[in-house]
């Protein structure tokens, strides 16, 4: 979802072309980089934003504030989407806030001289299967390269393993992590380097010597075992009467990433009615109302956000999607050259055009949009798909 852009980065990606014809959307809370901040990236590597996973998106980026992974052990819709997609054999991939940062350069890559174990072993190891191991990498729970593993990731999960068993959420973990590894110089990989433990008040706490370090930095001697308690309580949001418009606007992707769109619409329907004039709230409430099934209504926030900044593309944009699910292809059509006269360089929005042109037998329009799409994204596996059809409408044999 767009929310208000942050400060600007200050640095350059190390490789400006590193997401080359790859459609990106994100899920969760970025730690590092506000959503405007990781779009701009985007686009500047050569990569192109999509606003969900279906039906184009070849990469799914979790943030990792808060994390994607909640108490239950349930991921956020998009997860679950792209998952689904995945194992339909379409190709999307799944990475970390930390692997994004990797990929444009902005970070040094994990070491890979002593990795040398792959997941299946590491799997068999712990006991646990593929789509268990992803999603503790989705938390930035290790760091694998090339998609090897070394001997301190093997214990970091080993440990990561007898925390969930003693229901410790994933969630807490990391958080816990993050705490702990900054009260102690020279460690970088705590699961490997230090002994966890659950405290008698279910806090994650390190063994020190014959003390415990707490995460607020404590030191409190040990006379017996931890007890085994619940976890630690997640984060919570900031109570609502100290929230301005931004503040509901982070509470509403708050409760999406954790796939509540019901607390998820009550907060952006509060954004905007303390910013009435900012597109952002109805564009985020528009889209939870989409996913929620509510068309009618995901059509009237996408048509408000679109009249408060008649340059936003993408609100007309999913406009159209709303209007096309509600079988007023004219309308759709309407508002998908909206889109493309906002933004020109909008492969999307062509391809939609197409498609849409082709099932309203408008074989002109449905062509020239085919040729507009392929102008923009010649060598995606998407392309390959509209070259089909664009020979199909023409006559041709495209190789």
Same mark, same amino acid.
């Given at each position: 979802?767009?929310?208000?852009?942050?400060?600007?980065?200050?640095?350059e990606p190390g490789h400006p072309a590193g997401l080359l014809g790859q459609r990106v959307t994100f899920t969760g809370r970025f730690a590092t980089l506000t959503r405007a901040e990781a779009e701009r990236l985007v686009d500047r590597a050569a990569g192109r934003v999509v606003s969900g996973v279906a039906p184009r998106a070849t990469m799914l980026v979790v943030g990792m504030r808060g994390w994607p992974l909640i108490d239950s052990g349930r991921v956020t819709r998009k997860i679950e989407e792209a998952e689904r997609v995945r194992a339909s054999g379409k190709p999307i991939r799944i990475v970390s806030e930390t692997q994004f940062r990797e990929m444009l350069g902005l970070d040094p890559p994990a070491k890979s001289e002593t990795k040398a174990l792959d997941a299946e072993q590491?799997?068999?190891? &712990?006991?646990?299967?593929?789509?268990?191991?992803? #999603?503790?990498?989705?938390?930035? &729970?290790?760091?694998?390269?090339?998609?090897?593993?070394?001997?301190?990731?093997?214990?970091?999960? #080993?440990?990561?393993?007898?925390?969930?068993?003693?229901?410790?959420?994933?969630?807490?973990?990391?958080?816990?992590l993050e705490a702990l590894g900054g009260l102690l110089p020279g460690i970088d990989r705590p699961l490997a380097q230090l002994n966890i433990l659950v405290s008698d008040k279910g806090e994650l706490v390190a063994e020190v010597e014959e003390a415990l370090l707490t995460q607020t930095g404590q030191l409190e001697m040990r006379f017996d075992p931890p007890a085994v308690g619940d976890a630690a309580a997640p984060f919570t949001l900031v109570p609502g009467?100290? #929230?301005?418009?931004?503040?509901?606007?982070?509470?509403?992707?708050?409760?999406?990433?954790?796939?509540d769109l019901v607390e998820a619409e009550s907060a952006y329907r509060r954004a905007a009615a303390l910013a009435p004039d900012d597109p952002i709230p109805p564009f985020n409430l528009g889209n939870v109302l989409l996913a929620a099934g509510k068309l009618e209504a995901a059509a009237e926030r996408f048509a408000q956000a679109a009249a408060l900044d008649p340059r936003h593309a993408q609100a007309w944009f999913n406009l159209a999607h709303?209007?096309?699910?509600? #079988?007023?292809?004219?309308?759709?059509?309407?508002?998908?050259?909206?889109?493309?006269?906002?933004?020109?360089?909008f492969a999307d929005a062509y391809f939609n055009l197409a498609e849409l042109a082709e099932r309203l037998g408008d074989k002109e329009t449905a062509a020239s949009a085919w040729d507009d799409y392929l102008r923009l994204d010649p060598a995606s596996e998407w392309s390959a798909l509209a070259r089909r059809k664009l020979g199909a409408l023409r006559g041709l044999a495209w190789a």
């Amino acid at each position: 979802m767009t929310q208000p852009a942050g400060q600007q980065i200050s640095g350059e990606p190390g490789h400006p072309a590193g997401l080359l014809g790859q459609r990106v959307t994100f899920t969760g809370r970025f730690a590092t980089l506000t959503r405007a901040e990781a779009e701009r990236l985007v686009d500047r590597a050569a990569g192109r934003v999509v606003s969900g996973v279906a039906p184009r998106a070849t990469m799914l980026v979790v943030g990792m504030r808060g994390w994607p992974l909640i108490d239950s052990g349930r991921v956020t819709r998009k997860i679950e989407e792209a998952e689904r997609v995945r194992a339909s054999g379409k190709p999307i991939r799944i990475v970390s806030e930390t692997q994004f940062r990797e990929m444009l350069g902005l970070d040094p890559p994990a070491k890979s001289e002593t990795k040398a174990l792959d997941a299946e072993q590491v799997c068999a190891a &712990l006991g646990i299967d593929r789509r268990t191991l992803e #999603r503790w990498e989705h938390c930035g &729970l290790v760091r694998p390269h090339a998609g090897k593993y070394d001997f301190q990731d093997l214990v970091s999960l #080993r440990t990561v393993a007898g925390l969930v068993a003693k229901s410790v959420s994933p969630v807490v973990i990391r958080k816990s992590l993050e705490a702990l590894g900054g009260l102690l110089p020279g460690i970088d990989r705590p699961l490997a380097q230090l002994n966890i433990l659950v405290s008698d008040k279910g806090e994650l706490v390190a063994e020190v010597e014959e003390a415990l370090l707490t995460q607020t930095g404590q030191l409190e001697m040990r006379f017996d075992p931890p007890a085994v308690g619940d976890a630690a309580a997640p984060f919570t949001l900031v109570p609502g009467e100290t #929230r301005d418009s931004a503040g509901w606007i982070e509470a509403g992707i708050e409760h999406e990433a954790v796939g509540d769109l019901v607390e998820a619409e009550s907060a952006y329907r509060r954004a905007a009615a303390l910013a009435p004039d900012d597109p952002i709230p109805p564009f985020n409430l528009g889209n939870v109302l989409l996913a929620a099934g509510k068309l009618e209504a995901a059509a009237e926030r996408f048509a408000q956000a679109a009249a408060l900044d008649p340059r936003h593309a993408q609100a007309w944009f999913n406009l159209a999607h709303v209007q096309d699910e509600l #079988r007023d292809g004219r309308s759709a059509m309407r508002y998908l050259r909206r889109a493309i006269a906002v933004n020109p360089a909008f492969a999307d929005a062509y391809f939609n055009l197409a498609e849409l042109a082709e099932r309203l037998g408008d074989k002109e329009t449905a062509a020239s949009a085919w040729d507009d799409y392929l102008r923009l994204d010649p060598a995606s596996e998407w392309s390959a798909l509209a070259r089909r059809k664009l020979g199909a409408l023409r006559g041709l044999a495209w190789a």
